[in-house]
């Protein structure tokens, strides 16, 4: 009996090597099933993990709002009074500053996720069993990773703008909260620079990524644990 | 379709393990033939090996030297992905500690292999009630593993076992968290499994209410096999045992 006919007897029914990896599957929909499941049964851990990156992204976008609006502000006391005011440098120190928060969010979230990891090796060692390919246990995590950072940040960004129009209403009213929408909430050297709008949303795609980012190296340790070793473990 | 006579074949099947400098030889040579349908129960008391060789036998683990081969294919000689098709596919698992995936209703933990088999959803949820039917839980299938019994949590795990019509079936001290009663239910659950599906049966045990049902007994000690009993021998050691017991 040659190699290859034997192979064919445990592999039954698979089409060359190449065919095996279409042959296990774990579909989108049961991937996000799984992910929901995953959030709301441990909603504590969850909120940890996501209030980490909600924190860093709220900060970041009061920055930013807080800089457009005062933009406004700015534009209405010259047209009022003839002053000029100089609060760009300020503005960019403060926006540094929102960015080193996002980095301690984003290592808050490594060391969620790790735990979640260790908290989940059985879990994850019985999916293995069960025929989950490594790329599987990947995708759970960063899935979950992803809802949970885009969520945050969703909420963060919504929030930190709100305060932030909250705070500008007595000063430049209605119209100018509204109009700092439109305002450049960060400006180059050039002279050039991005809207309020937009970084509203550049800042959700931030969360997001960070998130993702955050859960790729604990994401690879628990794909990568052998599944004997996740089913010794007594957690 | 295989027609080899033995499904699984370890020889100088060898584990060694490093601690903290000292060479500890969980497995040492071990040469083992399992026929096609047979119901094999390993003995040997705690830290005589038989977890290990279940590792080795259920591709969970890598053995330090000596092959363990699954009709006649090399387990080493697999990809990843091709051991992930063979534990998918070809081998159901059923754990001392039952390992429910906690999230997931008794449902969901059974058509979890078959969702990852590819199998569309209806199919798998018609197939996952069938199973869970099989073993007395068709009314639970909604319930998560901790609104469970011990009892009924290795239920389900026994058709999580059998979703993908495994060839072999292996069980880990399936019993070892059990009361009594419910240990000799799901012994006898497994033995009725595997005469009505024609499936191997590879329990590691220490649980002696096992031998009643086994074809074959191997008692391992110290990483080698000690003896190997067959069923007319077994026979006979079970009414000396149930005369002691009463």
Same mark, same amino acid.
């Given at each position: 009996?040659?190699?290859?006919?034997?192979?064919?007897?445990?592999?039954?029914?698979?089409?060359?090597?190449?065919?095996?990896?279409?042959?296990?599957?774990?579909?989108?929909s049961?991937?996000?099933q799984?992910?929901?499941?995953?959030?709301?049964?441990? @909603? &504590?851990?969850?909120?940890?993990?996501?209030?980490?990156? /909600? !924190?860093?992204? *709220?900060?970041?976008?009061? =920055? %930013?709002?807080?800089?457009a609006?005062?933009?406004?502000?700015?534009?209405?006391?010259?047209e009022?009074?003839?002053?000029?005011?100089?609060?760009?440098?300020?503005?960019?120190?403060?926006?540094?500053l929102?960015?080193?928060?996002?980095?301690?969010?984003?290592?808050?979230?490594?060391n969620?996720?790790?735990?979640?990891?260790?908290?989940?090796?059985?879990?994850?060692?019985?999916?293995?069993? @069960? &025929?989950?390919?490594?790329?599987?246990?990947?995708?759970? /995590? !960063?899935?979950? *990773?992803?809802v949970?950072? =885009? %969520?945050?940040?969703?909420?963060g960004?919504?929030?930190?703008?709100?305060?932030?129009m909250?705070?500008?209403?007595?000063?430049?009213?209605?119209?100018?909260?509204?109009?700092?929408?439109?305002?450049?909430?960060?400006?180059?050297?050039?002279?050039?620079?991005?809207?309020?709008?937009?970084?509203?949303?550049?800042?959700l795609?931030?969360?997001?990524?960070?998130?993702?980012?955050?859960?790729?190296?604990p994401?690879?340790?628990?794909?990568?644990?052998?599944?004997?070793?996740?089913?010794?473990?007594?957690? | 379709?295989?027609v080899?006579?033995?499904?699984?074949?370890?020889?100088?099947?060898?584990k060694?393990?490093?601690?903290?400098?000292?060479?500890?030889?969980?497995?040492?040579q071990?040469?083992?033939?399992?026929?096609?349908?047979?119901?094999?129960?390993?003995m040997?008391?705690?830290?005589?090996?038989?977890?290990?060789?279940?590792?080795?036998?259920?591709?969970?683990d890598?053995?330090?030297?000596g092959?363990?081969?699954?009709?006649?294919?090399?387990?080493?000689?697999?990809?990843?992905?091709?051991?992930?098709?063979?534990?998918?596919?070809?081998?159901?698992?059923?754990?001392?500690?039952?390992n429910?995936?906690?999230?997931?209703?008794?449902?969901?933990?059974?058509?979890?292999?078959?969702?990852?088999?590819?199998?569309?959803?209806?199919?798998?949820?018609?197939?996952?009630?069938?199973?869970?039917?099989?073993v007395?839980?068709?009314?639970?299938?909604?319930?998560?593993?901790t609104?469970?019994?011990?009892?009924?949590?290795?239920?389900?795990?026994?058709?999580?076992?059998?979703?993908?019509?495994?060839?072999?079936?292996?069980?880990?001290?399936?019993?070892g968290?059990?009361?009594?009663?419910?240990?000799?239910?799901?012994?006898?659950?497994?033995?009725?499994?595997?005469?009505?599906?024609?499936?191997?049966?590879?329990?590691?045990?220490?649980?002696?209410k096992?031998?009643?049902?086994?074809?074959?007994?191997v008692?391992?000690?110290?990483?080698?096999?000690?003896?190997?009993?067959?069923?007319?021998?077994?026979?006979?050691?079970?009414?000396v045992?149930?005369?002691?017991?009463?």
């Open positions: 009996m040659s190699e290859n006919d034997s192979r064919g007897s445990v592999l039954e029914g698979i089409k060359g090597r190449a065919g095996i990896e279409k042959q296990i599957v774990l579909p989108w049961r991937a996000l799984m992910t929901r499941e995953n959030i709301f049964v441990r @909603l &504590g851990r969850s909120a940890i993990t996501a209030s980490g990156i /909600f !924190l860093g992204i *709220a900060f970041l976008s009061a =920055v %930013l709002f807080g800089a609006a005062q933009r406004v502000a700015a534009s209405i006391e010259v009022k009074l003839g002053v000029q005011q100089a609060t760009g440098e300020f503005q960019a120190r403060i926006i540094w929102a960015c080193m928060s996002l980095l301690v969010a984003t290592v808050g979230i490594v969620s996720m790790l735990m979640s990891v260790t908290e989940r090796y059985k879990e994850i060692g019985t999916m293995k069993c @069960l &025929g989950a390919l490594d790329s599987f246990i990947v995708r759970l /995590f !960063l899935l979950e *990773a992803g949970l950072g =885009v %969520l945050g940040s969703a909420l960004a919504i929030i930190g703008t709100g305060v932030m909250l705070a500008y209403i007595g000063r430049v009213g209605w119209s100018g909260v509204l109009k700092a929408w439109m305002t450049d909430a960060v400006q180059f050297g050039s002279g050039s620079g991005i809207p309020m709008w937009l970084a509203f949303i550049v800042t795609l931030i969360g997001g990524v960070l998130s993702i980012l955050a859960a790729l190296y994401a690879w340790r628990a794909a990568k644990m052998p599944p004997a070793a996740a089913l010794r473990s007594e957690f | 379709m295989s080899y006579e033995y499904i699984v074949r370890t020889k100088d099947l060898s060694i393990y490093t601690l903290g400098g000292v060479e500890v030889r969980a497995l040492d071990v040469a083992l033939d399992i026929r096609r349908g047979e119901y094999v129960s390993i040997g008391p705690s830290g005589s090996g038989k977890s290990t060789l279940f590792n080795m036998i259920g591709g969970l890598k053995p330090t030297r092959t363990v081969f699954i009709d006649e294919v090399d387990m080493a000689q697999l990809t990843a992905s091709e051991l992930a098709f063979l534990r998918c596919r070809k081998i159901g698992y059923i754990f001392q500690t039952f429910l995936i906690p999230v997931m209703t008794a449902l969901e933990n059974v058509t979890l292999p078959m969702v990852f088999a590819g199998l569309t959803t209806d199919d798998a949820l018609d197939k996952g009630m069938e199973l869970l039917k099989t007395g839980l068709g009314e639970r299938y909604d319930h998560k593993p609104e469970l019994s011990g009892g009924q949590q290795q239920r389900v795990a026994i058709a999580r076992a059998f979703a993908n019509d495994p060839a072999i079936i292996l069980a880990d001290e399936p019993t968290n059990l009361d009594l009663k419910t240990g000799k239910e799901i012994i006898t659950l497994l033995k009725r499994m595997n005469e009505d599906k024609k499936v191997t049966v590879i329990s590691a045990t220490h649980d002696l096992m031998i009643d049902v086994s074809d074959r007994v008692w391992i000690r110290d990483g080698k096999i000690e003896r190997i009993q067959e069923r007319k021998d077994i026979d006979l050691q079970v009414g045992m149930a005369g002691e017991e009463q």
